[in-house]
């Protein structure tokens, strides 16, 4: 893994504020992003609730407040160098600038959008810390509330990337009504997902990926799932052992995904439409194993504070 010089005792926070969850990292620079010595928060604010592009005032509150406590965390623990980014729900939200100006005036912490071109490069950077990638040719994935990133890399290097809207609160707002979700719905929310993904796999869905990489939400879930005692980016997963997985889980009512051991209660309402993005992605590509990674945007923003 790569380090970083810089001076001793120095301290970087990096937060992320996605549609479902901001995470807050906090980690010395000049270290290794050793989990013994970096200190991580999150919380499930969803501001894409109800709205694809608009923060509603319970979201907006909730977001505000959280931004509060990860300002007194990072007060705590003298940080002086923090870089705050925002994804796909703060670049789609009509309201966007209300929320940074009232963070910037209650906390201080100043708040940078990004494109969705960005935020795949960030994942890329963080990716490339882990020992994830195969040397071969790795598909990158990371679906989140909002979007969906996805990284084509052929021998350690980025090639091509692609970000599209079609995060799990996006398509759970659209397309998720019944419980359990119905045929019907299936079948317009993956015609849904054929239009909008067409550029990007009308050129990769012929060339098989030796690795699939997850990254986070969903694949957590799944790594939690297959691999409860193994680290994450350690351990390489069937890719038609998930699809079975999957389609046992998309089949479940919301009851019983919150009785299932494998799923957070914080996920249970979005899953069935992540999984049926990730099945899709399984059956479309020519996959020979996934593999989950340890890391993702937070430590691709890390690199580059330093």
């Not at 623990?77 to 870089?83: A, L, N, Q, S, W």
């Not at 994804?87 to 201080?108: C, Q, S, Y």
């Not at 249970?268 to 989950?292: F, M, Q, T, W």
Request: charged share 25%.
């Amino acid at each position: 893994m790569k380090r970083y010089s810089s001076k001793a005792g120095e301290k970087a926070g990096v937060i992320d504020l996605g549609t479902n969850t901001f995470h807050l990292m906090i980690t010395p620079l000049g270290r290794n992003l050793d989990e013994s010595r970096t200190v991580r928060h999150r919380s499930h604010v969803r501001i894409g609730e109800y709205s694809n592009d608009f923060i509603g005032e319970g979201p907006m509150e909730r977001a505000v407040s959280v931004m509060k406590e990860f300002a007194e965390l990072l007060k705590e623990e003298k940080v002086r160098k923090v870089k705050a980014v925002g994804t796909a729900m703060l670049r789609n939200a009509t309201n966007t600038r209300e929320f940074i100006d009232r963070v910037l005036l209650e906390t201080g912490i100043k708040i940078e959008v990004i494109s969705g071109n960005k935020e795949a490069e960030l994942i890329f950077k963080g990716v490339k810390l882990s020992d994830c990638l195969s040397g071969e040719t790795d598909l990158l994935m990371d679906i989140g509330g909002g979007s969906v990133e996805f990284i084509w890399v052929e021998g350690g290097k980025m090639s091509q990337l692609w970000s599209f809207d079609i995060g799990v609160s996006f398509l759970k707002n659209l397309f998720h009504k019944s419980e359990p979700m119905a045929n019907e719905e299936r079948k317009l929310l993956e015609n849904h997902l054929l239009t909008i993904m067409h550029p990007m796999l009308n050129i990769i869905s012929n060339r098989p990926a030796h690795r699939l990489i997850g990254i986070s939400g969903t694949f957590d879930l799944i790594h939690e799932h297959f691999n409860p005692t193994t680290p994450k980016g350690s351990a390489k997963i069937n890719p038609e052992e998930i699809i079975k997985f999957s389609e046992q889980i998309i089949g479940l009512s919301a009851g019983e995904r919150l009785k299932h051991p494998s799923i957070p209660e914080s996920r249970a309402d979005l899953i069935p439409s992540a999984l049926v993005l990730l099945n899709l992605i399984l059956r479309k590509c020519s996959i020979s194993e996934v593999i989950v990674s340890p890391y993702s945007i937070k430590e691709g923003v890390f690199t580059t504070l330093v």
